[in-house]
Each structure stands twice: as C-alpha cells, then as structure tokens.
C-alpha cells in the first residue's frame, strides 16, 4: 500500500467504524461496504485529526476533525466514489461523457452538463462536443431557455448542500470527486477535485482477523526474533536487574510479551500519574494479576490542578506535568529501589512523534546514570504492535476500542482536539472538570471561551496553521489582562517589566527579555531536559533565528510547525517561535545548550545587517539578505562569525545577565540549596 509519511497505520476501532458509517450514510446514503471488512486508519499532517481510510489497500477516503465546527468530516477520495457510483443513495452526479475531453481535473463542472444530481433529474440538455469545461457558462447545443432552466435547476439543487460538501461525479466510465465551493460571484458550484478511470471494487470474501494474523505470521515472528536477539543479546552482557516500563498502552503491551518470553518473571512498572483513565488503572491491575507478575505502582503529585492555577495548563511545548506527576516520581522510586542500577524495556517507536525519530536501540539516562533503557520496537508501526498483540491473546485496552489513539493522561496537551471531543462524549464527567478548570484560568487571563473549546490552550507557542485559524475566526491569543501594559512594545514580548531598560540597536530593551524554565527529566524519554520559554522582542521573522542556530550544529526547520530542531555533539534543541525552548541532553550539557541557544536567538532578533559575520566567516557559508543567513553544507560551527558582531556581542551579555538574576532567584527560592528537579523557576526581569 502506498502510505502518507509517516506510514504509523492502526486498526480501525469500532467506535471510528460507527463514525465512519454515520458519515457515509450522512453524505451518500450508503455505507454497506464497511460491513465486515478490515479497515485501516493511517494518521497524517493537518490542522487536527486527520486518517486516511483503507480498505482492501486502496485510499478511499479521509477522516478529519474540524475544529471549528467541533465535529468529524469526511473527504471522499476517487476509489471510495468508484465504490459508490452504483450503490450512492444522494450526493452522487451524473453527469454527460462528452466533457471528459481534455483536462478537466479542478475546473468548474458545467451545470449544462449534469444530468442528474442527488438523484433528481436536473438537466434538460446535454452539452454537446463543442462545449468548454472550462466555462461554465457555456450553453452549447442548448436554447436560452433550456439553459436558464437548467441554471436554475442546477442552482436549486446546490441549495441544500453546504460549501465544502464532497460529492460523488459519474461521467462515463470515470468516477471521480466533485467538492461544493462558492465562485467569485458569490454563487455555489462544482469544482471537480480529481477523476479516476480504475474500477475499484471489494472482493466477495470478507477476511477477519484470525485471517489477516496468519497470513502476516511470519513477518510478525521475524520483528519478534528480531526484538528477542536485542534484549537478550544486551542482558547477556549486564547482570543488573530488569523491568519493564507500562502505561497500559498497546505499545509497552508488546514490549511486556517480548519480556516475558526473554525473561522469567520480569518487574512491571506502572506511573499512575493521577490522571490515568480510571479504565487504565483497573486494566493495568487486572491484567498483570492474570499473568502473575510483581507490579509497583508508583503514584504521582496529587494537587495538579491547584499547579495549573499557578502555572496556568500544561501544553505540548511545555509539559511541566510530566516532570511532576510522572518523571519525578519514577526517578525517586527507580533510586530507591534499584540502588546499583536497573535495565528498563521501554515501548517507544520513532513513528510516534517529531521527538522520538532519533530514538537508540540502547540509551542511557544521564539523569539517573544507573538505569539503561530497551527499545525493542522502536521501528515497529501501529499495525505490527496491534497484530503482534492480538496474536499473543492477551487483551488490549479498551479504550482503543473506543477510539482513542493513544493511552496515557486523559488532560494530556499532546491529545488532539479530536480526542477532547471524544473524551465528551465517553467521560462526561472527567471532560467537565478539565473544562472547568481551563475556563476559570481562562477568564482569569481575560481569554474568550474559544480560547478553550477549540484547543488553543495546548500550546504556549502556537503553530502557523493555528495562527491561522484564530486569524480567519478573530480569535485573540493575547491576555487582555495584561494588554495595557505592554507599552507599545513588539508583540512576541509578554507582560510585565514596568521599569525604564536599556535601549539599544533595533528598539531593544533590556528589560524586556526574560527567561523561565523547568529543569528534570525528559517527557518523551529518559534523558535529561529543560523547558524554558524566553521572552524578547521579535525585530526579524522566526526564520532568521533558525539560520543563526546553524551556528550550533545541523538544524531542521520545520516552517509550518514553526519550529527548529538543533543537533549538536552535546544534545538536542527544539526551539519555537514564540521563544519555547526544549533541551535535551545531559544536565551539564543542557545548561551549555540553553545558553548558547538563548544567544543565538537574540543575535538573530539584534542583528542590523553590518556584514562583519559575513567578512569574518572563512568558509563563505554566510551571506546577508535583511538578515544572516547560514549555508548549513558549508558551516563548520567554528564560530568565527561571532568575533566583532555586535549582535553577538550584545546578546552574550544580554543572557549571562538573564542567567545571573535566575540562578540568584533560583538561589532563594531553595534556601541556597541546588536546584530540585520538577521545580519551575518565577519569571522576573
């Protein structure tokens, strides 16, 4: 099957198969091929949840959640219209062959055309060979009066269906995709999204799973052989003791099955964070009954919601919580039970995330040095991990069943707006006291109740494309509250900093940086981390702070996310355009990183264009356009450019001031004491 990046395919669950068939029934009045068939799901990019539908490997269709409307939609896609040109009860277009000349994908389907539309007859012409697709208004071999009551048909017709409705088109032989849009007259037509002359349909037999298992029981013994070689090749060499690592996901499901046939009888560990499904909570307990295995629950931070009212909600570019209710905690247990050391199977797969690509068979934690951590199916997909299960006979979750994708803290920021929506309607209650808790924050910041409902909250630093989406429905993502005070200044600057500062090159005030940051352990693996969110003027587009970054090692910038990812020898950066920050390395080596990231950002926001960086640079990689701009193939990060630059100058200074004043907050906040992980720094100025 030809698969979207990332490829992670899953089952269906059979909550998405009734939503699947309530869309189908909704749009085309049939949805009888969905009955007893294998159906895939695979994730891709979008604003939201988005799933290509496969049956039989072909593409059919694409689910996805809009955000706005707070509702799942779906785009047919031309081998599911092949599939409903006989069978569709409404949304299905007939229209005459002859327009099948020349190319006619996303041009306007000429209403003269049409011979039928949602199952009415429309058209009392047929447009003859002459006609151009092209225009619309073309009458062709009709009368002016033929063609003004087929306008009109036409247009009565297109009245109960909203803009962006797909719709099925049968032109011969061909079946294709037609999509409802607004023309530039303000009137609703059809514009033909994509056409396919294959014949697509199922096959008479309907394979179940005990079916699809055997005909991949041998790719599945071979991940599995594979998986056993690692853990038993490595614990051959280590006689410290081993557990595994599980959530109750289907993830660390598989790698428990895999240790049990590696080991005798391996330790579980379960983080009940206090914000597990209840459904997890009695799962993980039942199951590791059944199969007689010693478990240690290990309980995180109790008082999380009185947190979200100081820290305001966790949000997928500052996930404080998993420091508190779950890497702490573990850290405390795994240096109190296993004193000299432990090896940890771990259930991560680089197919999960943009974080966890880079993921190592074997990886130390430099935060706890003594523990080593296994993944044994780290390039395992989705549909492998769920096969692998079934095949085993243990039981999964049940609340994939119900839809959710992945298993972890119910309020978690990294969910999808989706999986908020679904959490409604399956736990009212847990839904209603996370709504709660955000709106109160909400009004608090003097932030509008979209703010919440639409999901903006999970992000500190938004997206573009979410930039995008409050743009198009005038949704402000400041806080009101502090809106008067911020002087006039730029906005990527936050509130506070009343004092005169000094004022330098490009406006910019030295009061106006500021710097906050959660020190512990990483929330996407075991090593150490650091969050930090620092506040300056922005004088120069995101895109030039991903250029002076190339200073510090391989960068990828990921311009819709607005995001770059910096590689050095010593770890790994991810920093946002809001000014987010995320290190991950060693702890010594993250506090050397977040330094120098904080100086290159701000030598990107100071620079003025001198061009001594540009002289200075040995190699030719940099060249000037506004900006700098680094030619990464050529850079050697010997830093010479640094040498004279004012920007750079001024920026070193700018944050071994910022770093002074949080290490002397730091100072007194713990009594002189060193920093304790999980602890968040106050913001000052």
């Given at each position: 099957m030809e698969l979207a990046?990332?490829?992670?395919?899953r089952?269906?669950?059979?909550?998405?198969?009734?939503l699947?068939?309530?869309?189908?029934?909704?749009?085309?009045?049939?949805?009888?091929?969905?009955q007893?068939?294998?159906?895939?799901?695979?994730k891709?990019?979008?604003?939201?949840?988005?799933?290509?539908?496969?049956?039989?490997g072909?593409h059919?269709?694409?689910l996805?959640?809009d955000?706005?409307?707070?509702?799942?939609?779906?785009?047919?896609?031309?081998a599911?219209?092949?599939l409903?040109?006989?069978?569709?009860k409404?949304?299905l277009?007939v229209?005459d062959?002859?327009?099948l000349k020349?190319?006619?994908?996303?041009?306007?389907?000429?209403?003269q055309?049409?011979i039928s539309?949602l199952?009415?007859?429309v058209?009392?012409?047929?447009?003859s060979?002459?006609?151009?697709?092209?225009?619309?208004e073309?009458?062709?071999s009709?009368?002016?009066?033929?063609?003004?009551?087929t306008?009109a048909?036409?247009?009565?017709?297109?009245?109960?269906?909203?803009?962006?409705d797909?719709?099925?088109?049968?032109?011969?032989?061909?079946?294709?995709?037609?999509?409802?849009?607004?023309?530039?007259?303000?009137?609703?037509?059809?514009?033909?999204?994509?056409?396919?002359?294959a014949?697509?349909?199922?096959?008479?037999?309907?394979?179940?799973?005990?079916?699809?298992?055997?005909?991949?029981?041998?790719?599945?013994?071979?991940?599995?052989?594979?998986?056993?070689s690692?853990?038993?090749?490595?614990?051959?060499?280590?006689r410290?003791?081993?557990?595994?690592s599980?959530?109750g996901?289907?993830?660390?499901?598989?790698?428990?099955?895999l240790?049990?046939?590696?080991l005798?009888?391996?330790?579980?560990?379960f983080?009940?964070t206090?914000?597990?499904?209840p459904?997890?909570?009695?799962?993980?307990?039942d199951?590791?009954?059944s199969?007689?295995?010693?478990?240690?629950?290990?309980r995180g931070?109790?008082n999380f919601?009185d947190?979200v009212?100081?820290?305001g909600?966790?949000?997928?570019d500052?996930?404080w919580?998993?420091?508190?209710?779950?890497?702490?905690?573990?850290?405390?247990?795994?240096?109190?039970?296993?004193p000299r050391?432990?090896v940890?199977?771990d259930g991560?797969?680089?197919?999960?995330?943009?974080n966890r690509?880079?993921?190592?068979a074997?990886?130390?934690n430099?935060?706890?040095?003594?523990?080593?951590?296994?993944a044994?199916i780290?390039?395992?997909?989705?549909?492998?991990?769920?096969?692998?299960i079934?095949?085993?006979?243990l039981?999964?979750?049940?609340l994939?069943e119900?839809?959710?994708e992945?298993?972890?803290?119910?309020?978690c920021?990294?969910c999808?707006?989706?999986?908020?929506?679904?959490?409604k309607?399956?736990?009212?209650?847990l839904?209603g006291?996370?709504?709660?808790?955000l709106?109160?924050?909400?009004?608090?910041?003097?932030?509008?109740?979209?703010?919440i409902d639409?999901?903006?909250?999970?992000w500190?630093?938004?997206?573009?494309?979410?930039?995008e989406l409050?743009?198009g429905?005038g949704?402000?993502?400041?806080?009101?509250?502090s809106e008067?005070?911020?002087?006039?200044?730029?906005?990527?600057s936050?509130?506070?900093g009343?004092?005169?500062?000094?004022e330098?090159?490009a406006?910019?005030?030295?009061?106006e940086?500021s710097?906050q940051?959660?020190?512990?352990?990483s929330p996407?693996?075991?090593?150490y981390?650091?969050e930090?969110?620092l506040?300056?003027?922005?004088?120069?587009?995101?895109s030039?702070v991903?250029?002076?970054l190339?200073?510090l090692?391989?960068v990828?910038?990921a311009e819709?996310?607005?995001?770059?990812v910096?590689?050095?020898?010593k770890?790994r950066a991810?920093?946002f355009?809001?000014?987010?920050?995320?290190?991950?390395a060693g702890?010594?080596?993250?506090?050397?990183?977040?330094r120098?990231?904080?100086e290159a950002?701000?030598?990107?926001q100071?620079?003025?264009g001198c061009?001594?960086?540009?002289k200075n640079c040995?190699?030719?990689?940099?060249?000037?356009?506004g900006?700098?701009?680094i030619?990464?193939k050529?850079?050697?990060?010997?830093?010479?450019?640094?040498?004279?630059?004012?920007?750079?100058?001024?920026?070193g200074?700018?944050?071994?001031?910022?770093?002074r004043?949080?290490?002397?907050?730091?100072?007194?906040?713990?009594?002189?004491?060193?920093?304790?992980?999980?602890?968040?720094?106050?913001r000052?100025?």
């Amino acid at each position: 099957m030809e698969l979207a990046p990332p490829g992670d395919i899953r089952l269906c669950s059979q909550r998405a198969r009734g939503l699947l068939a309530d869309l189908f029934l909704e749009s085309f009045g049939y949805a009888g091929f969905l009955q007893d068939r294998i159906i895939l799901l695979n994730k891709i990019a979008g604003l939201d949840r988005r799933d290509q539908v496969i049956i039989e490997g072909r593409h059919i269709a694409t689910l996805w959640f809009d955000v706005a409307a707070g509702g799942h939609r779906l785009d047919i896609e031309p081998a599911g219209a092949s599939l409903l040109t006989e069978k569709a009860k409404k949304g299905l277009v007939v229209c005459d062959g002859a327009i099948l000349k020349g190319h006619i994908k996303g041009k306007w389907l000429p209403p003269q055309a049409i011979i039928s539309i949602l199952g009415d007859a429309v058209a009392v012409g047929i447009v003859s060979d002459r006609a151009d697709v092209s225009q619309p208004e073309s009458k062709a071999s009709l009368s002016p009066a033929q063609g003004q009551a087929t306008q009109a048909n036409f247009s009565t017709s297109l009245a109960c269906l909203a803009e962006g409705d797909n719709l099925v088109l049968k032109i011969g032989k061909f079946a294709g995709v037609g999509v409802v849009r607004r023309r530039g007259d303000g009137s609703k037509a059809i514009r033909i999204r994509d056409m396919t002359q294959a014949s697509f349909s199922l096959s008479d037999s309907h394979p179940g799973l005990t079916e699809v298992l055997a005909a991949n029981r041998t790719a599945l013994q071979a991940l599995e052989k594979a998986a056993l070689s690692e853990i038993k090749g490595y614990l051959s060499r280590n006689r410290l003791p081993v557990n595994v690592s599980f959530s109750g996901g289907k993830d660390s499901l598989a790698c428990l099955i895999l240790a049990r046939k590696a080991l005798s009888r391996p330790e579980v560990l379960f983080i009940n964070t206090g914000l597990e499904f209840p459904e997890t909570v009695a799962y993980v307990r039942d199951l590791i009954k059944s199969i007689k295995l010693p478990l240690h629950e290990i309980r995180g931070e109790s008082n999380f919601f009185d947190q979200v009212q100081v820290f305001g909600p966790p949000a997928k570019d500052y996930r404080w919580c998993c420091k508190t209710n779950k890497l702490g905690p573990m850290t405390s247990f795994l240096a109190e039970h296993y004193p000299r050391g432990c090896v940890t199977v771990d259930g991560r797969r680089i197919y999960e995330s943009f974080n966890r690509s880079a993921i190592r068979a074997v990886e130390r934690n430099p935060y706890v040095p003594s523990q080593t951590t296994l993944a044994p199916i780290r390039n395992w997909r989705a549909l492998e991990v769920m096969l692998y299960i079934h095949e085993s006979g243990l039981p999964l979750n049940p609340l994939y069943e119900q839809d959710y994708e992945r298993i972890g803290c119910w309020l978690c920021p990294a969910c999808l707006q989706s999986e908020f929506a679904n959490l409604k309607e399956t736990h009212p209650q847990l839904f209603g006291q996370w709504t709660a808790s955000l709106q109160d924050w909400a009004a608090g910041k003097g932030l509008e109740s979209r703010y919440i409902d639409w999901g903006f909250w999970r992000w500190k630093s938004h997206p573009p494309k979410m930039l995008e989406l409050a743009d198009g429905h005038g949704i402000s993502l400041h806080n009101s509250r502090s809106e008067a005070g911020r002087d006039g200044r730029r906005e990527g600057s936050t509130e506070g900093g009343k004092g005169k500062g000094e004022e330098g090159e490009a406006g910019y005030r030295e009061d106006e940086v500021s710097i906050q940051a959660v020190r512990g352990r990483s929330p996407c693996g075991l090593e150490y981390s650091i969050e930090a969110k620092l506040t300056f003027p922005q004088n120069h587009p995101f895109s030039s702070v991903a250029q002076a970054l190339k200073v510090l090692g391989e960068v990828q910038y990921a311009e819709d996310l607005g995001a770059a990812v910096v590689r050095t020898e010593k770890g790994r950066a991810t920093v946002f355009a809001g000014g987010h920050i995320m290190i991950i390395a060693g702890r010594e080596e993250a506090e050397m990183i977040l330094r120098d990231v904080c100086e290159a950002v701000l030598r990107a926001q100071l620079c003025m264009g001198c061009g001594i960086c540009e002289k200075n640079c040995p190699r030719g990689a940099i060249t000037l356009s506004g900006t700098i701009e680094i030619d990464g193939k050529k850079c050697n990060q010997c830093k010479k450019c640094i040498r004279g630059c004012i920007a750079a100058d001024r920026a070193g200074k700018i944050t071994a001031r910022i770093f002074r004043e949080e290490n002397g907050k730091m100072a007194r906040l713990s009594g002189e004491q060193p920093r304790s992980e999980g602890k968040v720094s106050s913001r000052f100025k």
